[in-house]
């Protein structure tokens, strides 16, 4: 396209600014091209545009930077974000509970009553308690 550009007096008219590039990195640096060659480029998708073709240049800086902004912004955010909630702490009975409720002498139901704690908090409270203290199931194996 730009081997058809004759002269600076040459207006490109396109639908929108993705006929540059679907790229927003090709799109900053087609839009760096027209601003330095001094080249009208209207896209019919802003009509600003198309109203106040006198003021392309500066359009067309104000696009550049707000393709710019997007691109950073799209680029800062990680895609696989993983949203974890914030880790309580274990109830002051925790250890107590813990040690009978291991010993099978009170059930799982009532150690969650009397710490407050729903299904899913505790079993997640008693994985990471194991884990840290070592507090795994011993398996005997009688030979």
């Not at 707000?66 to 895609?79: A, D, E, G, R």
């Not at 099978?104 to 997640?124: P, S, V």
Request: glycine residues 2%; contains cysteine.
């Amino acid at each position: 396209m730009k081997e058809d550009i004759s002269d600076k007096n040459t207006i490109v008219l396109m639908d929108s600014i993705n006929d540059l590039s679907f790229d927003s990195i090709t799109q900053i640096h087609e839009i760096d091209w027209f601003l330095t060659q001094s080249i009208s480029c209207i896209f019919f998708t802003y009509t600003t545009m198309l109203e106040h073709p006198e003021n392309n240049q500066e359009h067309l800086r104000l696009l550049k930077d707000y393709v710019i902004s997007s691109y950073q912004k799209k680029k800062v955010l990680p895609f696989n974000q993983v949203i974890r909630k914030k880790r309580i702490d274990y109830p002051e009975k925790w250890e107590d509970l813990f040690e009978k409720w291991e010993n099978k002498e009170i059930t799982a139901r009532y150690f969650m009553k009397e710490c407050g704690l729903k299904r899913g908090t505790f079993y997640h409270m008693i994985a990471d308690y194991k884990e840290q203290t070592g507090s795994m199931k011993r398996i005997v194996t009688i030979t």
